[in-house]
């Protein structure tokens, strides 16, 4: 299994992005999900995860702003980001856990800023 993650880039406060991870291989419909982010100097911490049963979470600084969603057929997840602030400044990168795996994408940089 690898994971791609892409659709990062450089937005405006306010703006939005969506963010997608491509999983190859055929367990994608039966993993667990997630969104982690690491910004510079701190540790990498989870944003938005979803099981395999389509149930999110969603870290308490992103709550009503972020989305997450799945198409199994595609073998994709999304992170549709609004609303973004400085503080969500980061590499963030795409995590799959499924039948003892624990696999992650290569990351992809999303910068805040006016």
């Known amino acids: 299994v690898q994971l791609q993650a892409s659709g990062g880039g450089l937005v405006q406060p306010g703006g939005s992005l969506r963010l997608s991870c491509v999983a190859t291989?055929?367990?994608?419909?039966?993993?667990?999900m997630g969104w982690y982010r690491q910004a510079p100097g701190k540790q990498r911490e989870l944003v938005a995860s979803?099981?395999?049963?389509?149930?999110?979470n969603f870290a308490d600084s992103v709550k009503g702003r972020l989305t997450v969603s799945r198409v199994n057929a595609k073998n994709t997840m999304y992170l549709q980001m609004n609303s973004l602030k400085p503080e969500d400044t980061a590499v963030y990168y795409c995590?799959?856990?499924?039948?003892?795996?624990?696999?992650w994408g290569q990351g992809t940089l999303v910068t805040v800023s006016s």
């Open positions: 291989g055929s367990i994608f419909s039966i993993s667990a």
């Open positions: 995590n799959l856990k499924a039948l003892g795996l624990d696999k």
């Open positions: 979803m099981s395999s049963s389509g149930t999110t």
